[in-house]
């Protein structure tokens, strides 16, 4: 019968191997975490729910994204835009006023802006 030997180089491999296979996995779960938003991405998300929700006409789900009593509504009667654009301007820290652009076709384009707080809670504070 022959006895088994450990061969000094094919451990050193098999633990390098299992070295890089953990590593990969660790690379591969850290991948997966998203990066946190900026304040800027942060305000340009509640902005497109926002939309969403004013293209369905859904005054519930636009008042869940506000700061407390919604200072202005959304536009149901207007549905069917074609396309919409947001303009992010920073304001003080935290805070920015984002302009909606929907356009229509055969509607002049419709202006909204939004005023977004993005310090502490994410929310529209006011609809003009």
Same mark, same amino acid.
Request: hydrophobic fraction near 40%; glycine fraction near 8%; proline fraction near 5%.
């Given at each position: 019968? +022959? ?12 633990? +390098? ?6 590593? /990969? ?39 869940? /994204? ?22 992010? +301007? ?27 707080? +993005? ?10």
């Amino acid at each position: 019968m +022959t006895a088994l030997r450990s061969v000094p180089g094919r451990a050193a491999s098999r633990n +390098t191997r299992a070295l890089a296979a953990a590593a /990969l996995l660790a690379a591969g779960l850290t991948a997966c975490v998203p990066a946190p938003q900026s304040p800027e991405d942060q305000a340009r998300d509640i902005a497109e729910r926002w939309v969403a929700a004013s293209d369905r006409g859904d005054e519930d789900s636009a008042q869940a /994204l506000s700061c407390g009593a919604m200072l202005g509504g959304v536009n149901g009667d207007t549905a069917g835009s074609e396309s919409h654009a947001l303009a992010i +301007t920073p304001q003080e820290d935290g805070q920015f006023i984002v302009t909606v652009t929907k356009s229509y076709p055969d509607y002049p384009d419709l202006v909204t802006n939004l005023a977004v707080r +993005t310090d502490g809670e994410l929310c529209v504070s006011w609809v003009r």
